[in-house]
């Protein structure tokens, strides 16, 4: 349950938020402006969904019960889309030996955003700064047939960066990060199909959640040594993406010194309420870490072949995610994301057992609800109270003794009274399709859904 299913004082939501009974679908727009007003930090914190204490340490930020179901709710979208794409789940530990990342070039190549290791007793351990090397042991854990192949490894998990603290901010650069991560093992025949696969579903998941990238940009290595040695893998690599990118249909330009140590990769930009852009998805063809660590699978020819590795990241890391979804939104979420999904509103205590109710009700459902009963104030202030969450339904003697919700709209619409079971899986079907809109007519499209 949510223990902030409604801001605690109308002072605590932001201020350019409209104060009427309801909010249109269009006022995010409002509450998102440039600078300040629009900061997913002063946002977030408004709205009680996350929070920084120093004793926690910079870019350690904790999530709050609101945030917590927002970011519970994307863990477990992007986890079903990918079970449908063919992916499945594994879970590996934040630790490693020294020597894993050795092995990966991570300790050669990436070591100054790596945290110091760790002695124990002989052994040096240190944080992960990434997954792929676990990912590809979990694949030469036994061996591997091309039959097998494209094997796809999915896991939403913890990596850590050293940061340092003067461009740490919010949700969108932090030290302990949550990350959407994938590995696809393929043959060099399958690399561009499972590339092109990953880019659809990458934009399949951003339409469901109303995300629009600024731009798609092939990153590729710049001057110094910060980048594996191998021309020829390099040059793979890039006409690899190049192919994807093409036969995606995407525009995109190529810009010098952002790829990863190991490869070139396909970055999808998106852009913050001041306009600082920043990665959120990635697609990355690899063919230094299957060398590295000697992957195999055995062809149909008997022989032993070296597998593509295809990173790639639906989301991103759910930091930077809801901190974008905070500033797009200004907390009018989607109904499907929405912490608080109804709200009900009991006109008086003789109507207060049959709100909890149909709190219980929506609760088996799957739903987000909770009552805001009379001890919060007046009706009219408990509607402006609650002007963020999706649906509202008020409860007088009428609805609780014909079992009907009469449903008020965030975008300002009110519904003629329907059968709470009715109102209640028509709001259910809705939020299971990921849909943008709140309302729909039976037999009318569901926008807003990825699949």
């Known amino acids: 349950m949510n223990s902030h299913p409604i801001a605690s004082d109308a002072a605590s939501v932001p201020a350019s938020a409209p104060v009427s009974e309801a909010t249109s679908d269009a006022a995010p727009a409002a509450v998102r402006g440039a600078g300040a007003e629009g900061d997913h930090r002063r946002l977030g914190r408004a709205l009680g969904l996350f929070d920084t204490d120093p004793l926690i340490g910079s870019g350690l930020p904790y999530w709050l019960p609101d945030g917590a179901a927002i970011r519970h709710t994307l863990e477990e979208f992007v986890r079903d889309r990918e079970r449908r794409a063919g992916y499945r789940h594994v879970y590996s530990p934040v630790l490693g030996k020294r020597e894993l990342y050795e092995i990966s070039g991570h300790w050669q190549h990436y070591r100054d955003d790596m945290f110091p290791p760790m002695d124990l007793g002989a052994e040096q351990v240190v944080l992960r700064p990434s997954l792929c090397p676990h990912h590809a042991l979990i694949y030469r854990s036994r061996p591997r047939s091309h039959r097998e192949l494209p094997l796809r490894i999915a896991e939403l998990g913890g990596m850590y960066r050293s940061e340092l603290s003067g461009v740490l901010g919010g949700l969108t650069r932090v030290r302990a990060i949550q990350l959407n991560d994938a590995h696809v093992f393929c043959t060099p025949e399958q690399a561009a199909d499972e590339a092109v696969a990953a880019l659809e579903l990458i934009g399949e998941a951003h339409r469901a959640l109303g995300i629009r990238p600024v731009r ?19 040059e793979r690599a890039t006409a690899l993406l190049t192919e994807v990118l093409s036969r995606s249909g995407v525009p995109f330009e190529a810009v010098a010194g952002e790829a990863a140590f190991y490869g070139p990769k396909i970055d999808v930009q998106i852009a913050d309420a001041a306009g600082r852009e920043s990665t959120l998805s990635t697609v990355q063809i690899d063919f230094h870490q299957p060398e590295r660590f000697g992957l195999q699978y055995i062809g149909p020819d ?101 079992g009907l919700l009469a449903l008020r709209l965030r975008d300002g619409r009110r519904l003629e009274p329907l059968p709470a079971g009715e109102a209640l899986a028509r709001i259910r079907a809705l939020v299971g399709a990921c849909a943008q809109e709140l309302w729909d007519e039976p037999g009318e499209s569901r926008g807003g859904s990825s699949g």
């Open 216 to 234: 798609y940009r092939l990153s590729l290595p710049g001057e110094g040594g910060k980048y594996v040695a191998d021309p020829a893998l390099w």
């Open 302 to 402: 008997g022989a032993k072949h070296r597998p593509v590795m295809v990173h790639r990241s639906v989301i991103g890391s759910v930091e930077r995610v809801v901190a974008h979804l905070i500033e797009l939104y200004g907390g009018a979420f989607p109904a499907w994301l929405a912490p608080t999904q109804l709200v009900l509103l009991p006109l008086t205590e003789g109507e207060r057992a049959r709100a909890e109710q149909l709190r219980e009700r929506c609760l088996d459902l799957g739903l987000r609800a909770e009552v805001a009963g009379p001890e919060r104030g007046s009706l009219g202030a408990r509607i402006r109270e609650a002007r963020l969450v999706p649906y509202q339904a008020v409860l007088g003697p009428r609805e609780a003794a014909d």
